[in-house]
């Protein structure tokens, strides 16, 4: 076989890297600079696959990721009539890190979500 294969891995970060657990800081922080670069593909993603909001709850504190004007926004709170997944500090970290999955950390039963 000649000529090297594209790779499908679209991590951001390196497999190490160390990440903010509290998620007061990460939103308008981390967050807001990754949407800077990327919020508009992910946006036109969600919209292929028709994704309804979800909401991450961290430590008592829900955040809900929608899809809003050709981005991606996050919104204190918990969005009625939608999912919203429970997860500690260290799973979250772990999880906008990309060293566990969302399916690893239900596995792994560090997160848990709405029927």
């Known amino acids: 076989m000649s000529g090297a294969r594209p790779s ?17 800081t990460f939103w308008p922080g981390v967050w807001r600079d990754a949407l800077a670069r990327n919020g508009a593909r992910a946006a ?10 979800v909401a991450l709850e961290v430590d008592g504190e829900p955040w809900t990721l929608q899809r809003r004007d050709g981005s991606i926004e996050v919104v204190p709170g918990c969005a009625d009539g939608f999912a919203c997944e429970t997860l500690d500090r260290d799973a979250f970290a772990d999880l906008f890190c990309e060293r566990r999955t969302a399916l690893g950390l239900v596995i792994g039963a560090r997160a848990h979500g709405d029927p």
Request: no cysteine.
């Open 8 to 24: 499908v891995d679209t991590r951001t970060r390196s497999i190490n890297a160390a990440g903010p657990t509290d998620p007061a």
């Open 44 to 53: 036109t993603d969600a919209a292929r696959l028709d994704l309804a909001p």
